[in-house]
C-alpha cells in the first residue's frame, strides 16, 4: 500500500517561486516512479514532472527549464521546484506514484504519465496571479 502526502502550495505572483514536497510512505521497498500532475477546472489533467528510483526525471514541455522535480529515497520524499512561474500554472497539484512502473523508459514506452498512476495525495493548490 502506497500514501502520499503533498506540502507547499499557496498563491504567488507571476515570475515567482514556489516548493512542493511529497511524502511517500509504503509498505515495502521496492521501485517507484513517482511523479506531480496538475488539474485544472474545465481541462484534462496534465502530468508535469516524473522521476524514478534512480534519479531519472522526465518533464512536460511547458514547464522545461522551469520546474525541477528531485527525490531523496532515504527520507522518501518527492520536491517539485517551481520557478518563474505563469498563470497557466495554477491549478491543484497532485502527487502521484506508480509500484508497477519502475523507470522513466518504462513510462514513456507505455506513454503514460502521473496521472494514470495508481496511488495519489490529496493535492495542494497552487494559485498563480498577475
Known amino acids: 500500500q502506497v500514501q502520499l502526502s503533498e506540502s507547499g502550495g499557496g498563491s504567488v505572483q507571476v515570475g515567482g517561486s514556489l516548493r512542493l514536497s511529497c511524502v511517500i510512505t509504503?509498505?515495502?521497498?521496492?521501485?517507484?516512479?513517482m511523479g506531480w500532475f496538475r488539474q485544472t477546472p474545465g481541462k484534462k489533467p496534465v502530468g508535469v514532472a516524473h522521476?524514478?528510483?534512480?534519479?531519472?526525471?522526465d518533464y512536460a514541455d511547458s514547464v522545461k527549464g522551469r520546474f525541477t522535480i528531485s527525490r531523496d529515497n532515504e527520507k522518501n520524499t518527492v520536491h517539485l521546484q517551481m520557478s518563474n512561474l505563469n498563470l497557466d500554472d495554477t491549478g491543484m497539484y497532485y502527487c502521484?506514484?506508480?509500484?508497477?512502473?519502475?523507470?522513466?523508459?518504462?513510462?514513456?514506452?507505455?506513454?503514460?504519465?502521473?496521472?494514470?498512476?495508481?496511488?495519489r495525495g490529496q493535492g495542494t493548490q497552487v494559485s498563480v496571479f498577475s
Open positions: 502521484a506514484a506508480e509500484a508497477d512502473i519502475p523507470t522513466i523508459a518504462t513510462m514513456r514506452h507505455l506513454r503514460l504519465s502521473a496521472v494514470d498512476f495508481g496511488s
Open positions: 509504503v509498505d515495502s521497498a521496492r521501485k517507484i516512479t
Open positions: 522521476i524514478d528510483s534512480d534519479g531519472t526525471t
